[in-house]
C-alpha cells in the first residue's frame, strides 16, 4: 500500500479517496503550486492535510476564521497529528504551548488568520520553524471579485516569493473571474496546477419564493423540519435576533448570531450548534465558513444573497454529509433594491460594479429560472450539458411560461429611446403612459412608446423587468446612477430576432409589497448611493464619521435638487463656506459626471450670496474693456480680490470706486461708469 493511502486510513480513517482528493494530494505532496475549486464536503482540508505528514517541514495554513482554525486543530488534534493555531482567540497558555511544539519540531501544520502577515515578526518566524508549504483555505477572499473578499490575503503572494516555497489554493466557489485573479494574485499569473472539480451537489434541494409574509414563511419551513439543525441567513443583525424570537415563541430552538455580538457569546453559539442537536441558527453572513458540521439538514435564506457565489457558499454548508438536505430562498423588491444600493455605494471601480450587477442579474436569473435551478446554477460555473436534476422546486412543478416577447420588446425600446438614462420608474410611467412633470419635461410623453404598455399595471412591469435582469438584458450602469443600459444579449431580442418566455406567475401575480419610505424617490436613488460613496471615501480618508463630511439631509438635498454651480450648492442646507471650499467641487463632479470647472478663491467666497452674481457681471464687463471701448487703449485690468470688493462694498461714485484697493483713478475711470451701472442694476 502507497504512503498516502497508508496515512489516509491510519490517521484519518478513510479507506479510498473521495473523487479528485487523490490527483490533488499528489500534486501537493510533489510540490506543485496549486489551485483546487472543490465543492463544499468534497474534501479540501484532508488535500492540505495529508501532504503535510508525507512533507518534510512545517505546513503553515492561512484560514480566514478562528472557529474554522480550531475545529480542523481540534481534529487534527484527536488524529493525533500535532498541529496548532496562532490566533488572537489563543489564551496564554495556548499560544505558549504552540511555541513550545515548534522549537522542539513536532508542529507539523501550523494554522494562523492572513491579518498577522501584517506582523513584522511573522516572515522571520515563518523562516526560523522551517515552512516548507503554505495551503490557503478559502481562496476566494483574495479576490474583489469574490463574495468574501479580504484585503490580507493580498499579502500571500509576497509571503510565497519571500519563503520561495509551493503554494496551494483552495476554495468552493469561484467563476472564471475570480479564478482568474487568484492566480494573478498568488502566483504573478504563473499557472499553477489548477483542478476543478464539479460543483453539483445532488443531494441538496434547491427552491425559492418570492416573499409573501416572509416571517410566515420561514417559521412553516422551520417548523416542518423541527429538531433537525438549519441555519437561516438575514440580511441584518437586527433581524437576526427579530427572527431567533419568533422561532423560539413556536417552540424551536433558535439563537441568533451576528458580528456585533460579544466574540464569548459567538463561541457559546458555535459550541452549542456543534453538541446540540437540532439547534437553529439564525445568522447574519458573519456565521458559517468557520463551522465544520457535517449534518446541517437545511439552509434558509430570509433574504436574497448578494451573488450566486455567496448563495452556493451558504446552501453548501447543508448536507455536507451526503444525505439529503434542502434550502429555501426568499426575495422580494425591496432585497434587489438594497442589494443594487450595496454595489452603487461600494468604493470598487465602475467596471467592477457594473460587474457585481451582472453577477446579481444572475442571481435574479436563478430565482426567476423558467426550468432546472441546478442546470442554471451549473451553468453559471461553466458546467454545461447537465440533466435537469429533479430535486429543486422547478423540475417538481414546473412554472407555466408564456410569450412575453413583445412586452420586453416594449421594455428594451422604453429604454432605448430614452436615452439608457433612466430607472425602471421612469420607464413604467412612460409604458404606462403616466404624463408626470418627469416625463413632460423630456418630452418623453411625445415618444411612440408612450402608453404602449398599459395592459400592465406597475406591479406587473416591475416583475417583467425583474425577469428581464435576471436574462441580463438590461444592467444598471455606475456611472450613469444606476440607469438602465442594453447588454449586447438586448439586441436580438429588440430586433424580433430571438423570442423570449416569462413565467406567468410572477407577471401575472405581481402583487403589491408595502415597502418602507425610500430615503428619494427611486430616480434619484441611485445619485444617492453616489454621493454616499464619495462621503464614505473621504470620511475613511480622514478617519472621521461620515456624518462630519455631510450628513444624511444634505445628500438627500444634493441628490433632489442636483445643484450645477458653486452658487447653486451654498443653497443647500449644511453646506457653508468652509464644506464649500473642502467639498463643493468633488460633490459637484459626482452630479454632473465630469469635472467642474475651477473658481477663483476669491469668488468661491462669494458662492450663493447676492454679490456672487454681481461679480460674474463686473468681471465680463472688465473683460470687454481691457483695451478701452474702442478697443485701441492701453491694456488694463482688475484683480479678482478688486472685483469681490467692489461687489461687497458697491461704491456709489467713482470717488468712492477710486478708493478701492487696486483701483485707482484710472481704472476708475474707464471701467467705473460701467461698474456703477451694474451695481445699480443689481441693487
Known amino acids: 500500500m502507497q504512503r498516502d493511502h497508508e496515512l489516509l486510513k491510519s490517521v484519518f480513517g478513510f479507506d479510498t479517496f473521495l473523487p479528485g482528493q487523490a490527483e490533488i494530494v499528489a500534486a501537493v505532496t510533489e510540490g506543485k503550486n496549486t489551485l483546487a475549486i472543490m465543492p463544499t464536503g468534497a474534501g479540501k482540508s484532508l488535500c492540505f492535510q495529508l501532504p503535510a505528514l508525507m512533507r518534510d517541514g512545517v505546513t503553515v495554513v492561512i484560514s480566514p476564521l478562528i472557529a474554522l482554525m480550531r475545529d480542523q486543530v481540534r481534529a487534527l488534534k484527536a488524529a493525533g497529528v500535532e498541529a496548532g493555531a496562532l490566533t488572537s482567540g489563543n489564551t496564554e497558555e495556548e499560544t505558549d504551548e504552540v511555541f513550545r511544539a515548534l522549537d522542539t519540531g513536532r508542529l507539523r501544520l501550523l494554522y494562523m488568520a492572513p491579518e498577522r502577515l501584517a506582523s513584522g515578526g511573522t516572515l522571520n518566524l515563518l523562516r526560523r520553524i522551517g515552512t516548507s508549504m503554505i495551503a ?36 468552493a466557489t469561484a467563476d472564471e473571474e475570480t479564478r482568474v485573479e487568484i492566480v494573478e494574485k498568488l502566483f504573478d499569473n504563473q ?17 425559492f419564493a418570492v416573499k409573501d409574509g416572509p416571517r410566515g414563511q420561514i417559521l412553516d419551513f422551520a417548523t416542518a423540519r423541527r429538531d433537525q439543525a438549519g441555519i437561516i441567513y438575514c440580511g441584518t443583525r437586527a433581524k437576526t435576533e427579530t427572527l431567533a424570537n419568533a422561532l423560539t415563541a413556536e417552540g424551536l430552538s433558535a439563537v441568533a448570531y451576528h458580528a456585533g455580538l460579544e466574540p464569548q457569546m459567538r463561541r457559546e453559539v458555535e459550541r452549542r450548534f456543534q453538541q446540540e442537536d437540532g439547534l437553529i441558527v439564525v445568522a447574519t453572513v458573519a456565521f458559517g465558513m468557520g463551522v465544520d458540521k457535517p449534518d446541517i439538514r437545511w439552509v434558509a435564506h430570509a433574504d436574497l444573497p448578494k451573488s450566486i457565489e455567496a448563495y452556493y457558499q451558504e446552501i453548501g454548508r447543508a448536507g455536507r454529509d451526503g444525505a439529503p438536505a434542502e434550502t429555501l430562498t426568499l426575495y422580494g423588491a425591496d432585497d434587489i433594491r438594497l442589494r443594487r444600493t450595496q454595489i452603487d455605494e461600494g468604493l470598487a471601480p465602475p467596471e467592477r460594479r457594473l460587474a457585481d450587477h451582472g453577477r446579481l442579474n444572475a442571481l435574479l436569473g436563478l430565482a426567476e429560472a423558467r426550468s432546472c435551478r441546478r442546470q442554471i446554477l451549473l451553468g453559471y460555473f461553466g458546467e454545461n450539458g447537465a440533466e435537469p436534476c429533479n430535486n429543486c422546486d422547478l423540475c417538481e412543478t414546473p412554472p407555466e411560461l408564456f410569450d412575453g416577447t413583445v412586452a420586453v420588446m416594449k421594455a428594451l425600446s422604453a429604454v432605448l429611446r430614452t436615452g439608457e438614462y433612466f430607472g425602471t420608474g421612469h420607464l413604467i410611467d412612460v409604458l404606462t403612459g403616466k404624463a408626470t412633470e418627469k416625463v413632460k419635461t423630456r418630452g418623453h410623453d411625445e415618444l411612440p412608446t408612450f402608453g404602449v404598455g398599459q395592459d400592465y399595471d406597475r406591479r406587473q412591469w416591475q416583475a417583467v423587468f425583474r425577469q428581464i435582469m435576471g436574462l441580463d438584458l438590461l444592467r444598471p ?39 418602507v419610505k425610500a430615503m428619494v424617490s427611486d ?15 473621504l470620511a475613511e480618508a480622514q478617519r472621521v464619521p461620515a456624518y462630519v463630511v455631510f450628513p444624511d439631509r444634505t445628500l438627500i438635498e444634493l441628490a433632489e435638487k442636483r445643484p450645477v454651480t458653486l452658487d447653486e450648492m451654498m443653497g443647500i442646507s449644511g453646506i457653508g463656506a468652509k464644506k464649500l471650499e473642502r467639498y463643493g467641487n468633488v460633490f459637484l463632479e459626482i452630479i454632473a459626471g465630469a469635472p467642474s470647472p475651477e473658481m477663483h478663491p476669491a469668488r468661491r ?55 478701492i484697493p487696486g483701483m485707482g483713478a484710472q481704472k476708475s475711470e474707464r471701467f467705473g461708469p460701467v461698474f456703477l451701472e451694474i451695481l445699480q442694476e443689481e441693487s
Open 136 to 171: 490557503v483555505d478559502e481562496a476566494h477572499c483574495v479576490s474583489q471579485w469574490g463574495h468574501d473578499f479580504r484585503p490580507d490575503y493580498l499579502r500571500l503572494g509576497d509571503l510565497r516569493r519571500a519563503l520561495d516555497v509551493p503554494l496551494a489554493a483552495f476554495t
Open 191 to 207: 499557472p499553477p496546477s489548477i483542478f476543478l472539480h464539479g460543483f453539483d451537489r445532488p443531494n441538496i434541494r434547491l427552491a
Open 477 to 515: 450602469d455606475p456611472s450613469r446612477f444606476g440607469a438602465l443600459r442594453l447588454t449586447q444579449s438586448a439586441h436580438p431580442v429588440l430586433r424580433g430576432e430571438t423570442g423570449i418566455e416569462l413565467r406567468i406567475d410572477s407577471v401575472k401575480k405581481a402583487k403589491f409589497s408595502p415597502r
Open 523 to 537: 430616480e434619484d436613488a441611485p445619485l444617492l448611493s453616489a454621493l454616499k460613496a464619495k462621503r464614505r471615501a
Open 605 to 659: 467666497k462669494l458662492a450663493g450670496q447676492a454679490a456672487g452674481a454681481v461679480f460674474d457681471r463686473l468681471e465680463a464687463a472688465q473683460a470687454d474693456l481691457t483695451r478701452g471701448a474702442d478697443g485701441c487703449g492701453k491694456y488694463m485690468s482688475c484683480t479678482t480680490t478688486t472685483l469681490r470688493n467692489i461687489s461687497k462694498h458697491r461704491p456709489r461714485d467713482l470717488d468712492a470706486m477710486a478708493r
